[in-house]
């Protein structure tokens, strides 16, 4: 059962410029509390005790902003990365030191969602093969190809079963990238690896779900929390 999480928060968020200039994008605030604080109160509820954040950009107002996490009562450590982010899955791979030897959830922090976390912690969610099991949603209109495919409780890339869009939000193994060297590297070839294995599984979402990329998604979302 996954007690630990990593929320990927080291982002330039370049398309959400000019608020990032000042403010680290998961720092920003939608329905009065900043987009990290979403994940994190959702990741207590769920009964995650130990939270890793990765950080690079404006990196010292997280801690400053968060503190310990004692306030949802979590365990907080700030995994920095230097002035140049790792990308995903450098980020994890620092990271796996703190998250240790059971599966693990890993969300981005410029999201929101309200998909329910415990649905990860259950032990029946991550098949004894998979290194991986991802959420998955409808295509948005944004990104109308999706990712990957979804047959069965399988991934794949080669069109079998339904295209949907990965939602940035998973339960991990560390064999999905523990022989990997650190570094800056991406998930993506990590999950086409565990694909080409039928090792990476998935889950249809139909819930509400934003990918927070700009300020005018930014906005959108916060329409609906002033409703």
Not at 3 to 20: D, H, K, N, S
Not at 55 to 80: C, K, M, V
Not at 105 to 133: K, M, N
Not at 168 to 197: C, H, T, V, W
Request: charged share 25%.
């Amino acid at each position: 059962m996954a007690c630990r999480a990593l929320i990927f928060a080291a982002g330039r968020g370049e398309r959400m410029r000019p608020l990032t200039d000042t403010t680290p994008k998961p720092l920003l605030e939608v329905g009065g509390k900043t987009l990290i604080e979403h994940h994190l109160e959702k990741l207590a509820l769920a009964g995650i005790s130990d939270v890793v954040i990765n950080t690079s950009h404006l990196a010292e107002q997280f801690p400053a902003a968060l503190g310990d996490g004692s306030r949802w009562n979590l365990r907080i450590r700030y995994s920095y990365e230097g002035p140049t982010p790792l990308e995903t899955g450098g980020g994890m791979r620092r990271a796996l030191h703190w998250l240790g030897d059971e599966p693990f959830i890993a969300v981005s922090a410029d999201i929101w969602s309200d998909y329910d976390y415990a649905r990860l912690t259950d032990p029946h969610t991550l098949a004894p093969d998979a290194w991986a099991h991802l959420v998955m949603v409808p295509n948005p209109d944004f990104h109308p190809r999706g990712d990957f495919c979804l047959d069965g409780d399988r991934l794949n890339q080669d069109d079998a079963g339904e295209r949907l869009t990965f939602a940035n939000i998973g339960l991990y193994r560390a064999a999905l990238l523990s022989d990997q060297p650190e570094g800056a590297f991406k998930l993506l070839p990590m999950y086409q690896r565990a694909m080409r294995a039928r090792k990476l599984t998935g889950e249809r979402y139909d819930g509400r779900w934003w990918n927070l990329g700009t300020p005018a998604q930014l906005a959108d979302l916060g329409s609906v929390f002033s409703v």
